[in-house]
């Protein structure tokens, strides 16, 4: 079957300091990942999405230089957080798709950053 | 402007009675509508879907009916389940952008 994991599960960085995320896909080919952060009061927000020989494409509000993403084969991805600060909190989703079984977007279980 | 929209926060329903959970969306260009289902602590995990092109879709005790013309779509829970208390994201995708739209979502509480 198709799973998505994602390391750490749970991280706390001081005010200022950068947190790697990790994200991986098992079972199918990960032509497609979206990263969305889950706040406590919100749904999910898109960050970016990374497609294999795509450029990747921010949303508003999040950039690049925030948010750098490496996406460098069909079955890994990882997002920093640089200089991360408190409303950069919340619970970051990986969702990896593949060509030709479009639209069927599995999920890991998060990883929850939190920030003092 | 919110692009999918859940009516409800919240909703209680007694084990055994259905649960109908609605949404409605904005942009026509959806055409693929995923309804995930997240437990506390979980990432979202995909519960049932259906294509703009059918009116109805069916998994078990869980179905979707889909009405194209008014942009609205609901989840009924058949028979719920106190294990079926979790929050449901309805959720908007235009296949051609790969990118999920997801409304605020629902916390469903079944009780026993």
């Known amino acids: 079957g198709a799973l998505v994991y994602q390391y750490p599960r749970r991280t706390i960085c001081k005010s200022g300091t950068s947190m790697r995320m990790e994200c991986q896909a098992v079972g199918f080919q990960a032509t497609s990942v979206a990263w969305y952060r889950q706040s406590p009061q919100k749904t999910f927000e898109l960050i970016a999405l990374s497609t294999v020989n795509s450029a990747i494409k921010y949303e508003q509000n999040f950039t690049q230089e925030k948010f750098p993403i490496s996406h460098p084969n069909l079955s890994f991805s990882s997002m920093t957080v640089l200089n991360a600060y408190l409303e950069d909190r919340g619970l970051y989703l990986c969702?990896?798709?593949?060509?030709?079984?479009?639209?069927?977007?599995?999920f890991g279980p998060g990883t929850r950053l939190l920030v003092l | 402007q919110q692009q999918v929209r859940q009516s409800s926060q919240s909703l209680t329903v007694w084990e055994g009675e259905t649960a109908i959970l609605n949404c409605s969306y904005e942009?026509?260009?959806?055409?693929?509508f995923p309804w995930y289902q997240q437990f506390p602590g979980e990432g979202p995990a995909l519960l049932i879907a259906?294509?703009?092109?059918?009116d109805k879709k069916e998994d078990g005790r869980f179905t979707i009916f889909f009405n194209k013309r008014e942009k609205n779509l609901s989840l009924h829970i058949k028979d719920s389940q106190p294990g079926d208390s979790a929050t449901y994201f309805c959720?908007?995708?235009?296949?051609?952008?790969?990118?999920?739209?997801f409304g605020k979502g629902t916390h469903l509480h079944v009780l026993p």
């Open positions: 942009n026509s260009a959806f055409d693929y």
């Open positions: 969702g990896a798709s593949t060509d030709g079984v479009q639209d069927t977007q599995y």
């Open positions: 259906i294509r703009s092109v059918s």
């Open positions: 959720a908007a995708d235009d296949t051609n952008a790969y990118k999920v739209i």
